[in-house]
T-cell receptor
């Protein structure tokens, strides 16, 4: 079985400041890793994914994430946030069986 | 090209009633999955269907059932509704071939179910 822990439930950040959202996972098998964003009253939108290859993954809207196998982490970063980045962010893993296991989410509040 | 569409968008039901939620996947996507997202939590896997067959089931009671139709659309049914079934129900479609890797899911906007 897989599990995902998002270490921060809420992250307040000022506009144009950098942000990092932490994600750790547990799995006995190889997994694929994803970050999704959820805006209020909407579904989930894929930000980026790691399947294999380079451990630094670039996604949409200026986000990037780094896969660290030894630390079983997949932290999400953005060097400069905008007000429009206010949303909830979910880290997820997928192993064999084609189901996603999500973390509890991190709510990002960007302040002007 | 239309994305994943779900209907209805909102629904209010009374305890003990039955509900049917519907999902139409992206054209060409043969796999549909259902997730339950309780307020303040991450989504939880309920079912996955591929080519009209159930390929996975999460830890949900038998009151939850689903099916996939020949056009790959899907229904999620919940019987004997409880207050705790109040949640956002998300449908995701994916382009996955038998025995191959899944390269990502596209989610619909969800159905907000409120049980009173």
């Amino acid at each position: 079985a897989q599990s995902v822990t998002q270490l921060d439930s809420q992250v307040p950040v000022f506009e144009e400041a950098p942000v990092e959202l932490r994600c750790n996972y547990s799995s006995s098998v190889s997994v694929y890793l994803f970050w999704y964003v959820q805006y209020p009253n909407q579904g989930l939108q894929l930000l980026l994914k790691y399947l294999s290859g380079s451990t630094l993954v670039k996604g949409i809207n200026g986000f990037e994430a780094e896969f660290n196998k030894s630390q079983t982490s997949f932290h999400l970063r953005k060097p400069s946030v905008h007000i429009s980045d206010t949303a909830e962010y979910f880290c997820a893993v997928e192993a064999a069986g084609n189901k996603l296991t999500f973390g509890g989410g991190t709510r990002v509040l960007v302040k002007p | 090209d239309a994305g994943v569409t779900q209907s209805p968008t909102h629904l209010i039901k009374t305890r003990g009633q039955h509900v049917t939620l519907r999902c139409s996947p992206i054209s060409g996507h043969k796999s549909v999955s259902w997730y339950q997202q309780v307020l303040g939590q991450g989504p939880q896997f309920i079912f996955q269907y591929y080519e009209k067959e159930e390929r996975g089931r999460g830890n949900f009671p038998d009151r939850f059932s689903a099916r996939q139709f020949p056009n790959y659309s899907s229904e999620l049914n919940v019987n004997a509704l409880l207050l705790g079934d109040s949640a956002l129900y998300l449908c995701a479609s994916s382009l996955v071939e038998e025995g191959q890797l899944n390269y990502g899911y596209t989610f619909g906007s969800g159905t907000r179910l409120t049980v009173v």
